[in-house]
Structures are given as structure tokens and as C-alpha cells.
């Protein structure tokens, strides 16, 4: 078994970790030298401009399309619609926790509110049955 399977190469879809378009994917589309790469979304698709980026600030995921260094826009889309790979992007349990981690952060106060009756409500539920049990 290999001891890495996450490469920095093109079509490596990537989560940006900082700066202004943090928390957005983006592709990779060609490697600028041992610390910087380009990355494009495509700004339809996920809203991130192609830019270079260092690779310290992307965290890369499991998910890769084909395509060749240096693509277009147009390309990359045709090959992320192709392989469905933002739908299965979204279906991972990582984008699963950021969306819940986002909704979470904006929530207002009544529905934290709610939030935590409910958790009381199933905590109560649980040590009954737990009782009950013994």
C-alpha cells in the first residue's frame, strides 16, 4: 500500500484553507514550482477566479479528474460535469461537516435555543431506555 495518495498534480480538487476565498474548492490546473500552483474553480462552478495559489494554503482531497496541465475553463468544467465530482464532493462526509459547521455558525440565538432542547430532550429519551434496561 502506498504511503501517499493525495499528489499535488492537475485536476487534484482542493479545499482553500485561507485567505479571501476560504472554504471554497477549487481544481488544480498547473504547477507553478515546488510551492506555488494555479488553480481555477471554474468561477461558475465554485466561485474561485484561476490564481496562483501556494499549496500550503489548499488541503487536497481524494477526488481527481483528468485533464492536462494548463487546461481551460471550459475544459475543466466538461470534465467536472463529466465525472459528476462535485456531487460526489458534496456527498463526502468532509463536505457533510463543513456544511453542518456552517449551518451551525449561523444559526441565531432562539434556534441554538431550540438546538439545545432538543439535545436535552434526546439525552432524557436515551438514559430512560438505558434505565429501563438494567
Known amino acids: 500500500m502506498p504511503m501517499f495518495t493525495r499528489f499535488v498534480q492537475a485536476g487534484r480538487l482542493a479545499l482553500i484553507t485561507f485567505g479571501p476565498c476560504a472554504g471554497k474548492m477549487c481544481t488544480i490546473v498547473d504547477i ?3 510551492k506555488n500552483v494555479v488553480v481555477d474553480g471554474p468561477e461558475s462552478v465554485t466561485g474561485v477566479k484561476r490564481h496562483m495559489m501556494p499549496v500550503k494554503r489548499l488541503s487536497l482531497t481524494d477526488f ?30 468532509w463536505a457533510k461537516k463543513l456544511s453542518s459547521k456552517a449551518t451551525r455558525q449561523n444559526m441565531n440565538d432562539f434556534e441554538r435555543f431550540k438546538l439545545m432542547v432538543a439535545r436535552k430532550k434526546r439525552s432524557q429519551a436515551v438514559k430512560k431506555v438505558l434505565k429501563t434496561k438494567k
Open 32 to 34: 507553478v514550482n515546488q
Open 64 to 93: 481527481r479528474i483528468v485533464v492536462r496541465r494548463g487546461c481551460r475553463e471550459k475544459t475543466l468544467k466538461k470534465a467536472l460535469a463529466k465525472d459528476e465530482t462535485m456531487k460526489k464532493w458534496s456527498e463526502s462526509a
